[in-house]
């Protein structure tokens, strides 16, 4: 054999060997850059799902039930003065300079006039805003009270970025002991949430839940049972 066709046979070997070599890396990468991305997705859809949940629990509070529509709690949450609050004078006029009303209780304190509470309304976002309960991480790593935008925009599942969905909202009672009491539930399924990632890596991840018997996305409260929890807590 010439020396020349061994040298391109060696050639053709030496290519052959290192496109081997990089479909086996790209195979033995694909599922870990599918978890990561899986894990990315997961914590960008738990950061709107608890913030979905502070704005239910303020409207529970306001108007005594969860809402099961997006357009209805954003909207009376954003511009109408109803949640009820209790605040706090201290009349330090009609203090006697003896009194130190730090040695009674409030109660003792408003019998005596020292201390008049009154039943006000203000906005319920305004009031998470002020608690700092309503904070959005911005891409920079900064944190800051989300806007009327951000808030309105809570509705859509952060991903895929080339098709939006909205996360599934409900909202009713269930019987428990005899009394109704108020549930809720926000979801995505991973069959949205994935949607454009690897078709049998998807099929994969959703096997392994039903395995564990687990639901195949990512949710926080019950319409069978009266908790707020999230299932990525």
Known sequence: ?????????????????????????????????????????????????????????????????????????????????????????INYELIPADVDINEMTELEAVKKGYITRKEVFINPVTKLRDDKKLMVTAADGSVHPMTDQEILNLRYVPYPKDRQYDFTLQAGQIDKGGYLVPVFECKVELTDLLSDLDHQLVVNKLAELDEMHRYPGWKVGDMTQAITDGNFE
């Open 1 to 89: 054999m010439k020396k020349s066709t061994k040298n391109l046979i060696a050639i053709v070997l030496g290519v052959a060997i290192i496109g081997l070599a990089y479909l086996l890396a790209s195979s033995m990468m694909k599922p870990i850059k599918f978890d990561n991305e899986y894990t990315k997705r997961r914590d960008a859809c738990a950061e709107k799902l608890k913030a979905i949940r502070t704005l239910e629990e303020a409207y529970k509070l306001t108007y005594g039930k969860y809402c099961a529509s997006f357009d209805t709690l954003c909207d009376r949450l954003l511009h109408e003065d109803s949640m009820k609050v209790v605040s706090k004078v």
